[in-house]
């Protein structure tokens, strides 16, 4: 969505902000560029943390019956 939002900065369409234009089209190259890296550092955060829950294994029935006897 940023990559969208920057290009439209960039080319003066649909965003009205009072600023100088070589401003705006820093800021969108800024956001367009620094965007893809904001979020493969997400990405790769996700990743890092993520940990999936263990299922624990029922017991074999032959074990079951050794213990109670």
Request: glycine residues 14%; aromatic residues 8%.
């Amino acid at each position: 969505m940023h990559a969208v939002v920057s290009q439209l900065m960039y080319g003066g369409f649909w965003v009205d902000v009072p600023a100088p234009a070589a401003e705006v089209r820093g800021g969108a190259e800024l956001m367009y560029y620094g965007g893809d890296i904001a979020e493969l550092l997400l990405a790769g955060a996700l990743v890092a943390t993520w940990r999936p829950e263990r299922r624990s294994r029922p017991a074999p029935a032959g074990r079951a019956l050794a213990g109670s006897g």
